[in-house]
């Protein structure tokens, strides 16, 4: 069983900056892509950014030059720093990953989510 454990959200300053965490754990191969996704009240769930197992990354137009993840492969951990924090950028934020089970006879990937944190950013 595959979970996934978010933190580092909260209420902060405009111009202020976060860092989130989640991380993976039960038994798996790899995890192929890792994305952070957020949903402010009333809209839909919005694509922040994607990082993938050769560190190739997505973003958003909205926090290009703002956001930054990153991942770490051993701890099975993907990291969103987000900085210059707008009020608009208030929202849940979700960690997405691929996973890729594997053995000598089967190879699939599944895609989870974890429970989501808050990030509220006003004065």
């Known amino acids: 069983q595959v979970q996934l454990m978010e933190s580092g959200g909260g209420l902060v300053q405009p111009g202020g900056s976060l860092r989130l965490t989640c991380a993976a754990s039960g038994n798996m191969f790899l995890i192929f892509a890792m994305r952070w996704y957020r949903q402010a009240p009333g809209k839909g769930r919005e694509l922040v950014a994607t990082i993938f197992t050769n560190r190739n990354t997505n973003y958003a137009d909205s926090v290009k030059g703002r956001f930054t993840i990153s991942r770490d492969n051993d701890k099975r951990t993907v990291y969103l720093q987000m900085d210059d924090l707008k009020p608009e950028d208030t929202a849940v934020y979700y960690c997405?990953?691929?996973?890729?089970?594997?053995?000598?006879?089967?190879?699939?990937?599944?895609?989870?989510w974890g429970q989501g944190t808050q990030v509220t950013v006003s004065s």
């Open positions: 997405n990953f691929d996973v890729v089970f594997q053995s000598d006879y089967y190879q699939g990937t599944y895609n989870y």
